[in-house]
Structure formats: structure tokens, C-alpha cells
């Protein structure tokens, strides 16, 4: 599966952004997607996660109410729709892929893109 993620950029505290990652995978909506983070010098974080169906949705503690996940089978496509912004959310962001389980804080995804950077600055 490639996955492929795009529009982060800058912006200002308390605004928003969307991010998206598309996907080549022919049965896309076979796969539980989910979006990462990291900075510098930290591990690898949970973001949010969405199953197969986009009926159960899973978030971090520190995007909750913030940050909300969706997704489009027939366009292969994932969303993060990011609001509230904090200096704190900068970061790069990952999407990944797995077939096998709902995407949560626990799971290691077997599939990953390229980072999209969000920088959140005045």
C-alpha cells in the first residue's frame, strides 16, 4: 500500500487545517487508517484512527474534541481535519494503513507514508 499525504504547511494559533493521504490500494476499504506524529527528538505518536467502515473512530487524549478523522472509500482518501490549533500540535504528520485491526495508540501500522509538516507559529 502507498499512502501518500498533503496539506500541512503554517498556521496560526487557534486556526485550522486539513490534512489528507491517498491511497493506491485497490481495496482501500479493507484497511484500518490512522495519522501519527513526531518532533524532533520524540517517539512517534498516536494522532486519531478510523475503521474500515468510518463508523468507529479512536483519538490521542491531547486532540480530542480538536482534531476530527473521516474518510472517503470511493476516493481512497483519509482525512485529519485539525481545528484549535496549539503551538504544541506542531509536527510531522504520518498516515498509515493496516488490514488487520482498528488503528489505535496500541498498534504498530504495517504500512506508512511520507510525513506532511504542520507548523503552528504566529
Known amino acids: 500500500v502507498q499512502l501518500q499525504a498533503s496539506g500541512g504547511g503554517l498556521v496560526q494559533p487557534g486556526g485550522s487545517l486539513r490534512l489528507s493521504c491517498a491511497a493506491s490500494e485497490r481495496t482501500f476499504s479493507h484497511y484500518s487508517m490512522g495519522w501519527f506524529r513526531q518532533t524532533p527528538g520524540k517517539e512517534r505518536e498516536f494522532v486519531a484512527g478510523?475503521?474500515?467502515?468510518?463508523?468507529?473512530?479512536r483519538y490521542a487524549d491531547s486532540v480530542k474534541g480538536r482534531f476530527t478523522i473521516t474518510r472517503d472509500n470511493a476516493k481512497k482518501t483519509v482525512y485529519l481535519h485539525m481545528s484549535s490549533l496549539k503551538p504544541e500540535d506542531t509536527a510531522v504528520y504520518y498516515c498509515?494503513?493496516?488490514?488487520?485491526?482498528?488503528?489505535?495508540?496500541?498498534?504498530?501500522?504495517?504500512?506508512w507514508g511520507q510525513g506532511t509538516l504542520v507548523t503552528v507559529s504566529s
Open positions: 498509515a494503513a493496516d488490514p488487520r485491526v482498528l488503528i489505535t495508540i496500541a498498534t504498530i501500522p504495517n504500512y
Open positions: 478510523i475503521s474500515w467502515s468510518g463508523g468507529t473512530t
